[in-house]
């Protein structure tokens, strides 16, 4: 599977295997939990971050991966998306500090 993960006008294809997506199922579920904890995204503090405000604080997560070259971290985030939000293929990170505006692409 592939997810585009679109940087300011840089795309940046992450291909995941199929199997990742299964074997890091545990991992997905710690992120969950601490989402379901509640998350600040940028000024707004969000109690029960819904579907699209969990993969946008993904995205938040894939910049910080981006800036320190970790090559592995993103190819988990970029499965934490493909496995809990199927039909999407792509995520526009936005880069000004506004997490909220980061977007989902489908086909």
């Known amino acids: 599977m592939k997810l585009n993960v679109v940087v300011e006008d840089q795309i940046y294809p992450v291909t995941v295997p199929d199997a990742l997506i299964s074997e890091a199922a545990d991992f997905f579920d710690k992120m969950d939990a ?31 991966a981006m800036h320190n070259d970790n090559k592995k971290m993103m190819m988990l985030l970029s499965a934490y998306i493909l496995a809990r939000a199927p039909g999407v293929t792509g995520i526009r990170i936005d880069t000004n500090g506004e997490m909220l505006e980061t977007e989902l692409e489908t086909s």
Do not use: A, F, Y
């Open 34 to 64: 601490d989402m379901d904890k509640g998350w600040q995204m940028s000024r707004d503090w969000v109690d029960n971050p819904n579907l699209e405000q969990r993969c946008q604080i993904i995205g938040d997560k894939m910049l910080t």
